[in-house]
């Protein structure tokens, strides 16, 4: 299978098959600028469109640092931080246009401001134990807008509430106490797993990824009842419904073998 890199504006990308790595490579934090930003965005949005691509995942370059965020240094000399960061806002996955295929965070270390925003954006996290975080913006009178919105949503509202107006640290072990971690693992060994998990989705029948990410976020703030309603009503699970895959899935199962996914 071959392998395709390439590297722009401190962002690595290396596509294998349809699993597409995204490494943020900005010595000596990887802390982002408008440039990374921009770049975060257009790679998420060529993700997004491409059919030969099913899996993502964001690590950064290094053993101590994912990402700080917003690159402070770019700030000082000139960058507004209501800058154009890009459709997705700040590092592309704030709030992205209907990307329904999965992305898995590398977590390497530590993570806080922008950076754990991206994290936050991202479905499922898998980091190293000595991975930090904390949003430090309330310090500089910043407003953390995307993890205001979204953290009280991935863990509990008292828990958000001081994070939030703090700025403290929260190590990786609390994080995973509170059900932010997928997986916490020894370290140099996030990259590691996260390539294990998305070989096993990239096996996976890949219309039910779209089906499973548009019925989430359609519903997650919804009641039951209307939850089941909407689910009638989204374009990807009626895909799923009418598919050739779910045909295949039932013959294979009463065959014993694996099944052939077509996507169709």
Known sequence: ????????????????????????DRPKANAIDLAASRRLNAIFTAFRDDPGLRIAIITGSGEKFFSPGWDLKAAASGEASDSDWGVGGFGGLNYPRNLDKPIISAVNGIACGGGFEIV????????????????????????ADAATIKLRRRIPYHVAVEFLMTGRWMDATEAKHWGMANHVVPKGQALTKAREIARQLAD?????????????????????HEAFELHDS?????????????????????EKRKPVWKGR
Not at 234 to 254: I, P, T, W, Y
């Open 234 to 254: 989204l374009h990807a699970v009626q895909k799923v419904v009418r598919s050739e895959d779910l045909k295949e899935g039932a013959q294979a199962f009463s």
């Open 120 to 143: 936050l954006g991202t479905d499922i996290i898998v980091m190293e134990e000595h991975a930090q975080f904390a949003l430090p913006e309330i310090n500089v009178a910043v407003l």
């Open 204 to 224: 996976g029948p890949p219309l039910l990824y779209p089906a499973i990410k548009q019925l989430l976020r359609h519903t997650e703030m919804v009641a039951e």
């Open 1 to 24: 299978m071959s392998v395709l890199q390439s590297t722009q504006d401190g962002v690595r990308t290396t596509r294998e098959g349809s699993i597409l790595e995204v490494t943020l």
